[in-house]
C-alpha cells in the first residue's frame, strides 16, 4: 500500500488532516514544565487555522505567555474494529488579545474542560501538522 | 471545596490516578523530539504497576531506548455533562526484556493501536501520578 509504514499506519497529508481537526470538541495539548513533559485535555476550537483553547492561569498558560513550542494532539479510535487516525499539530502557544478574535472565538462551539473562570483564549498556530491512519491489514 | 483549584478542578491522590488508569484501553504518550513535542495514542496496559503498550521501531521505541522522561495520559471527558477526569505519569520509558514480564503482558488485554508488527514492549514507570476531575460548579 502506497505510503503506508510498517506497523499499519497511513500517512495524512495537511489538508486532510486540517478536516480531521475541525471539530472534535476535546484534544490534547503537551507542553514541557522544565524538562518534565505533562498532557492535559482540552476542548478547543479552529479559528482562522489556529487551534484554539480557553485556559486560566496555570501551566498551559505559562506556556502560552513564554510563547513555547507546544503539541496539540486529537485522535478518534475505535479499538474494536481497529480503525481510527491521530493528527498531531506542533506550533507556538500564545495568548489571544485581539478583540476582534476573541469576539469570534466566544461564537465557537468550544466549551471550557471545566467549569469556573477561565479567563484567557491560548491559540497555537500549527507550524507542523501531521495525520495517521490505520490502515486494515499489514501495507506490503 | 476543599481542595479544588479555581477553574473547577479538583485533584485526585495518587490512589484514585492508580484505580482510573487501570483499564481504559487507550492513552497518549507524549514525547520529545528534539526540542519539538509529539502525541501519539497507544493501546495501553498496566503491568506491575507500570504502563506498557507495544510499538514498533520509531519515536515512542527510540524515546523508550533513550530512557527517555515521558508523559502518558488517559482522560474520560463528557463535554455534554461537563463531567470527566484525566490521570497524567510521568516517568522514563525503557524496553521490556524480561522473558517473564513479556509473557504476562502478553496476556494483558491490550492491542496495537496499529495492525501490523509491534515488536517492542515498552514500560513507563511512573515516577509522578496526578490527577483531576471536574468538580460540578465552581469552587467557593
Excluded at 499506519?9 to 470538541?25: I, M, N, T, Y
Excluded at 506542533?90 to 467549569?115: F, K, N, Q, S
Aim: aromatic residues 6%.
Amino acid at each position: 500500500m502506497v505510503g503506508a509504514d510498517p506497523i499499519g499506519l497511513e500517512p495524512l497529508d495537511e489538508r486532510a488532516c486540517r478536516g480531521l481537526l475541525g471539530d472534535r470538541g476535546i484534544g490534547r495539548v503537551a507542553v514541557s514544565i522544565g524538562a518534565v513533559p505533562a498532557v492535559f485535555p482540552v476542548n478547543y476550537g479552529v479559528l482562522d487555522g489556529d487551534v484554539v483553547f480557553r485556559t486560566t492561569d496555570g501551566t498551559k498558560f505559562d506556556a502560552a505567555v513564554r510563547r513555547a513550542v507546544v503539541a496539540f494532539e486529537v485522535d478518534e479510535v475505535d479499538p474494536l474494529y481497529h480503525e481510527g487516525w491521530s493528527v498531531l499539530v506542533v506550533g507556538r502557544a500564545e495568548v489571544v488579545t485581539d478583540e476582534d478574535r476573541l469576539a469570534r472565538a466566544g461564537r465557537l462551539p468550544m466549551a471550557p474542560w471545566a467549569p469556573g473562570p477561565h479567563e484567557h483564549l491560548v491559540a497555537i498556530r500549527p507550524a507542523m501538522v501531521s495525520g495517521r491512519r490505520i490502515v486494515q491489514g499489514r501495507p506490503a
